[in-house]
């Protein structure tokens, strides 16, 4: 199929880049991402992982999807396997795009775990991805699939993904990076701050004692700092070591007499 896109196809992709620009937040531009989309690449599922690296280790998390709100997709949810090329995209100093027919050809893809174990209980087998990294800090990948009786995506679906990635990289990275995290330093209360530094946390160590005192859930800090349930975990631990105390009442009691 040609690449070539019809006149009121190049509106709609501006129209939905103008959509993107006006949205406020991370879910709300992923979601408006997966609804628009659909209008020019059709798929039978649609997801958007954060992406990160961790000590040299690509990670994805915190997955937003195109399902309904009441249907559950958890964080195993095409993770549970080894994707080594996913992990070369986003450890990439830029974004990529990809099919997953591309990686593995399908007379090979059936035969692997992931695919029957993951991919095929899902009821996908087609997939179509885009790794988004923009001045090599890693943003988010999405993807795009369809179940074994469609077609595969095809180059023009590559091209339109190709057309939205500057875009994209734009939106996100001012999100995640620019103006995404706990806002820095400057946002957080000087008493903080302070002890903090006492204590040699880091900046993003300064920041979840911020949300744990704001008395902020799991849920709610890897939402607000884009991090996996792990890496959260993760930097709890080392506070806890840091600040001699075993969880998180203690944490706060501790930033609190200071």
């Known amino acids: 199929m040609s690449s070539t896109l019809f006149d009121y196809e190049w509106q709609f992709l501006v129209q939905m880049v103008t959509r993107i620009n006006y949205c406020s937040t991370y879910t709300e531009t992923c979601e408006t991402l997966l609804q628009q989309i659909k209008t020019l690449i059709p798929f039978h599922s649609g997801i958007i992982f954060r992406t990160e690296r961790d000590d040299g280790i690509a990670k994805v998390g915190n997955p937003i999807t195109s399902e309904p709100a009441d249907s559950k997709t958890d964080d195993t949810f095409f993770t549970d396997g080894d994707y080594?090329?996913?992990?070369?995209?986003?450890?990439?100093?830029?974004?990529?795009?990809?099919?997953?027919?591309?990686?593995?050809?399908?007379?090979?893809?059936?035969?692997?775990?992931?695919?029957?174990?993951?991919?095929?209980?899902?009821g996908v087998y087609w997939g179509l991805f885009i790794s988004l990294v923009a001045k090599d800090y890693p943003l988010a990948l999405v993807g795009l699939m369809r179940d074994k009786e469609s077609?595969?995506?095809?180059?023009?679906?590559?091209?339109?993904?190709?057309?939205?990635?500057?875009?994209?990289?734009?939106?996100?990275?001012?999100?995640?990076?620019?103006?995404?995290?706990?806002?820095?330093?400057?946002?957080?209360?000087?008493?903080?701050?302070?002890?903090?530094?006492?204590?040699?946390?880091?900046?993003?160590?300064?920041?979840?004692?911020?949300?744990?005192?704001?008395?902020?859930?799991?849920?709610?800090?890897?939402?607000?700092?884009?991090?996996?349930?792990?890496?959260?975990?993760?930097?709890?631990?080392?506070?806890?070591?840091?600040?001699?105390?075993?969880?998180?009442?203690?944490?706060?009691?501790?930033?609190?007499?200071?």
Not at 105 to 118: A, S
């Open 151 to 258: 077609e595969d995506f095809s180059a023009r679906d590559m091209y339109i993904m190709t057309t939205l990635k500057d875009p994209l990289e734009r939106k996100f990275y001012s999100l995640l990076k620019e103006g995404g995290s706990a806002g820095g330093n400057a946002a957080l209360p000087e008493k903080i701050i302070k002890t903090a530094s006492r204590y040699g946390l880091t900046k993003r160590e300064s920041e979840i004692v911020a949300l744990v005192c704001a008395s902020k859930s799991s849920e709610e800090m890897c939402e607000q700092l884009y991090i996996t349930h792990a890496t959260l975990s993760k930097h709890l631990s080392n506070i806890y070591a840091k600040t001699k105390v075993r969880n998180r009442t203690q944490l706060f009691g501790l930033f609190s007499d200071n």
């Open 84 to 122: 080594p090329h996913w992990s070369e995209f986003i450890m990439a100093p830029y974004s990529s795009i990809f099919r997953q027919s591309d990686l593995i050809p399908p007379g090979k893809w059936e035969k692997t775990r992931v695919y029957r174990e993951i991919w095929k209980k899902k």
